[in-house]
């Protein structure tokens, strides 16, 4: 199976969650698009939809799949993800399509995460993913040097503008030996929005695709 295939088949796996009448949170990224072709044959079984991107919620809406808000929704029962990387823990690393922020705070706000990823993507240590960090702009210089203070080389993500109006950061390189503490200290300095270390808040479930079928962890 290819990579595309890999993502279309735990996209599948992923409607199992789905309770009858639920809100559900749904992120972002080529993993999520598979998810919501899928969520379309079923859209009936659910009430709304509170997505962590403009890009998926347009998409959502051309399925005719009610969106709604955070603020309307509250707290959220499942969330459905996919991620550039997991550890054995379900920390992940996010951010490769630059939602990571609304990611985050959908992530906190739903009972049960489930993060869908391919083989491909399960990893050892986290790390070999360059870490995305959301930026303010006016910040992005200073948090640079902070950051090589960290070990990591962090490098600019061009001509990308997140849907909060701010910058990315991909920051290569980094030793994560312990991704709290590292999650912690980066979300310390100011400029930082929020950074894609998922590991104070990991996946409650992970989906991993392979040529063998599903795992689930
Ligand atoms: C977007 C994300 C995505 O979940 C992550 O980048 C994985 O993307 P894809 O499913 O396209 O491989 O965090 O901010």
Redesign the pocket.
């Known amino acids: 199976m290819n990579q595309n295939e890999k993502?279309m088949k735990v996209a599948e796996e992923a409607l199992q969650y789905i309770e009858s009448g639920c809100i559900l949170g749904v992120?972002?990224?080529?993993?999520?698009n598979c998810f919501i072709e899928q969520l379309s044959k079923i859209k009936s079984k659910i009430d709304a939809v509170v997505s962590a991107s403009e890009s998926s919620s347009k998409l959502l809406m051309s399925k005719n799949i009610r969106v709604i808000s955070l603020k309307e929704a509250g707290r959220i029962p499942i969330y459905i993800?996919?991620?550039?990387e997991s550890n054995s823990l379900k920390q992940l690393i996010?951010?490769?399509?630059?939602?990571?922020t609304r990611?985050k705070i959908l992530a906190q706000s739903s009972d049960r995460f489930v993060c869908m990823i391919d083989d491909s993507k399960f990893v050892s240590k986290l790390g070999n993913f360059p870490l995305p960090i959301e930026v303010i702009d006016v910040a992005s210089s200073i948090l640079a040097l902070e950051l090589i203070k960290l070990g990591g080389r962090p490098v600019l993500r061009e001509s990308f503008i997140t849907d909060n109006g701010n910058i990315i950061l991909d920051v290569h390189n980094l030793n994560i030996t312990e991704p709290i503490k590292l999650e912690k200290s980066i979300n310390n300095l100011p400029g930082v929005v929020t950074n894609g270390l998922f590991a104070i808040r990991p996946a409650d479930d992970l989906l991993i695709s392979s040529d063998k079928g599903i795992e689930k962890i």
Do not use: N
Not at 27 to 32: A, E, I, L
């Open positions: 993502k992120g972002s990224g080529t993993t999520v993800d996919g991620a550039d996010k951010g490769g399509g630059g939602a990571l990611e």
